[in-house]
């Protein structure tokens, strides 16, 4: 009992220093996110710009207007990926889960080409709508494919589905991309990123993406439960379908907010919860958090380092996250061997 | 005596399957000479073939329709009997040209040279599929570095994973370079990425044709030692097959003979995956039939999927990979709910 005690004192010690480490980083990373771009400024005209705005000086235009609501952007999609990646794993017990790789994110992207071609005059809400309505059909068919059958749900098969889906969600994106002759804007979109992100698009993402990241860590006690085996979970009282019903709609929220500001990018949802879950365990009540703070300094590194590689071109998100994610997956492959038979 | 009977039975039922699909390649093909945006009757068409057509006829059937018809043949063949080695030899139903990234690596060399080398006017029919081929072994060579362990066997299931990654690697690599691309060349990358017969023209042709029947040939030729494999690697070094060699000899054939198709045919994702399981079901698991049943199905897919795309109009010129995916990803998502 006074071991127990100890340790999870010890965790919750370790869990501290690990938010505090995490929160100092973003805060690097935020102050270089919006002084570092194509034109460097020093980091006071950004602190002026922030408290002091001067109409007078042009830095501090571009600063609010460009890379403020670009690094808010950052924060909030890089939050909401990796959430959406530690709920999905814990949920479905496996560890190759994310919104990328499942198909989910294919499902929004073909909702907002068919945006694009029939709704050219929608509103922002109505596109966010439709893009989670998209994910939704996509992760329904997703996991009902890969559950049905006498075998379950398999990390191989979860990811086949979710590649298959993937593939046809794609093909329907294509083909109204060829015909509507919105081919390039939507390659633009796909590969990822937040440089044309506005004020006005992130006043109505944002409240989506603090009731879904409430939700979420409300939610996190039982998902750490939900983790040891459903039986177990069903066992200890817990009303398991209910759990996984409101970790599926949170999930279909932040992943369909994310996919309308950055477009669908893969692997974050992937690599942070491992980090994560390597380093404070596998309690969900620490690891929600940790990944919704470790997701956003991952975004603005990410993010940053597109611009500031090749300038004054810039890789696109996804493309950085394809490059890091592909190897880290890899390896999770080689690791996990034994688990996957 | 009724032995021997039953045995001829046995021995004739593929043997008139695989005709029976060859006629209807033919009867398809012939088909699609007839149909397109300039409609021939099929008298047309046969005095075309026997010489006796017009100068606009002969143009319209030999250069337009004939070098698409045959391509789509060569494609699907490629890909179905790739497919069908790559399963037998991994003993994994879900693997294939697509699934393992193969095809995405001969992709990314051959969306290289477009871009690259193409675009400073240096452009040569023979260089394409041998750099698919070289983007495709590249990539099967990535994924038994990455998925082996020393003293282990391959486990199948680690390499489709790794497969399906290193595959949305290069996917990731592809569109990067295509985003720097002109909206023309674009358009073409889009639809070549998702399967489009765009190497119509004889002189592709006549580099595919040679490729796909030595290849095929030999494959076909080493059905007794895909069988014996498929059983498993102790059993057949048992049944004395020189496994190493073999196995690198067939991979090297299944690699070429997708990037053959991949250069000028486009990703057909699907058709790598499904002829083999098509051909498995209607004629059993026997190499000797099922490949080139495999092969038939595979032209098959692709011929249909052309031929509609041709006929139907969609409002815009579809690529034929898009109908193939669309009607291919639910019976590959059946398949997958029934596999292990």
Redesign the interface.
């Known amino acids: 009992m006074l071991m127990e005690a100890d340790n999870s004192s010890k965790g919750r010690l370790k869990f501290s220093l690990f938010m505090l480490i995490g929160a100092s980083l973003l805060l690097v990373a935020t102050a270089a996110s919006i002084s570092f771009g194509a034109a460097d400024m020093s980091l006071d005209v950004a602190w002026g710009a922030l408290f002091h705005f001067d109409s007078g000086i042009p830095e501090h235009h571009i600063i609010r207007i460009f890379r403020l609501p670009r690094t808010v952007a950052d924060i909030v999609v890089g939050c909401s990926l990796a959430v959406c990646g530690a709920v999905m794993q814990g949920t479905t017990r496996n560890p190759l889960a994310d919104s990328g790789l499942l198909g989910i994110s294919s499902g929004s992207t073909f909702a907002i080409a068919l945006c694009m071609a029939f709704l050219p005059g929608r509103s922002y809400v109505e596109t966010m709508i439709y893009s989670c309505m998209g994910a939704a059909v996509a992760t329904a068919i997703t996991y009902y494919m890969a559950s049905v059958g006498k075998h379950g749900m398999t990390p191989q098969r979860l990811v086949l589905a979710g590649m298959s889906i993937s593939m046809l969600f794609g093909s329907f994106s294509t083909y109204i991309a060829l015909k509507y002759d919105i081919g390039q804007s939507l390659a633009y979109w796909t590969a990822g990123g937040t440089a044309n992100v506005e004020w006005t698009q992130l006043v109505y993402v944002t409240p989506v993406f603090v009731a879904g990241l409430i939700w979420a860590i409300t939610l996190s006690p039982s998902i750490t439960v939900l983790n040891f085996g459903e039986e177990l979970a069903a066992g200890l009282g817990l009303r398991v379908n209910r759990i996984k019903g409101a970790a599926t709609i949170i999930v279909l929220l932040l992943t369909g907010l994310s996919v309308i500001v950055v477009g669908p990018i893969g692997f974050v949802g992937l690599i942070v919860p491992h980090i994560v879950r390597y380093i404070i365990g596998v309690d969900y009540r620490y690891i929600i958090p940790a990944c919704a703070l470790y997701g956003a300094v991952f975004m603005v590194g990410a993010d940053l380092v597109g611009r500031l590689i090749g300038r004054p071109h810039e890789i696109p998100l996804g493309i950085i996250f394809a490059l890091i994610g592909v190897p880290y997956f890899l390896y999770l492959v080689r690791k996990q061997r034994r688990e996957f038979g | 005596m009724t032995q021997l009977v039953k045995k001829k039975l046995t021995f004739s039922k593929p043997v008139g399957i695989i005709l029976l699909l060859s006629i209807l390649v033919l009867l398809v093909a012939v088909l699609s000479m007839n149909v397109g945006r300039l409609n021939l009757s099929p008298l047309e068409v046969l005095q075309v073939i026997i010489g006796k057509g017009t100068e606009k006829q002969n143009l319209i059937v030999f250069e337009l329709r004939l070098p698409r018809i045959v391509l789509a043949v060569l494609v699907g063949m490629g890909m179905a009997i790739s497919g069908c080695v790559m399963q037998s030899l991994l003993r994994n139903d879900?693997a294939s040209p697509g699934?393992l990234g193969i095809s995405s690596g001969s992709g990314l060399f051959v969306m290289l040279y477009i871009t690259v080398f193409a675009a400073n006017g240096f452009w040569s029919p023979m260089l394409l599929p041998v750099l698919a081929f070289v983007g495709g072994i590249t990539a099967a060579m990535l994924i038994f570095v990455?998925?082996y362990?020393k003293g282990k066997e391959l486990?199948p299931?680690?390499l489709?994973?790794?497969g399906?990654?290193?595959g949305?690697?290069y996917?990731?690599?592809t569109?990067?370079i295509?985003?720097g691309l002109e909206?023309k060349q674009?358009?073409f990358a889009?639809?070549w990425?998702?399967g489009n017969l765009w190497g119509a023209d004889w002189k592709y042709i006549m580099v595919l044709l040679p490729w796909v029947i030595i290849i095929g040939f030999y494959v076909c030729y080493k059905s007794n030692t895909l069988n014996t494999l498929n059983l498993g690697n102790q059993t057949a070094t048992g049944l004395g097959v020189a496994i190493k060699r073999e196995f690198i000899g067939l991979t090297l054939a299944a690699v070429a003979l997708s990037s053959g198709s991949v250069a000028l045919g486009g990703n057909f994702?699907?058709v790598g995956l499904i002829a083999p399981h098509l051909a498995r079901k209607i004629v059993g698991p026997n190499h000797k039939f099922m490949t080139p049943t495999a092969a038939l199905v595979g032209a098959l897919i692709i011929l249909v999927a052309d031929t509609f795309t041709r006929t139907v109009s969609?409002?815009?010129?579809?690529?034929t990979?898009?109908i193939i995916?669309?009607f291919v990803?639910p019976y590959?998502?059946y398949l997958?709910?029934?596999?292990?």
């Open positions: 879900l699934t990455l998925a362990r486990s299931t680690g489709i994973l790794t399906v990654a290193l949305s690697g996917g990731a690599l569109l990067m295509t985003l909206q674009y358009d889009l639809r990425q998702i994702f699907f969609m409002g815009a010129d579809v690529p990979g898009v995916t669309i990803t590959f998502l997958l709910s029934k596999s292990n």
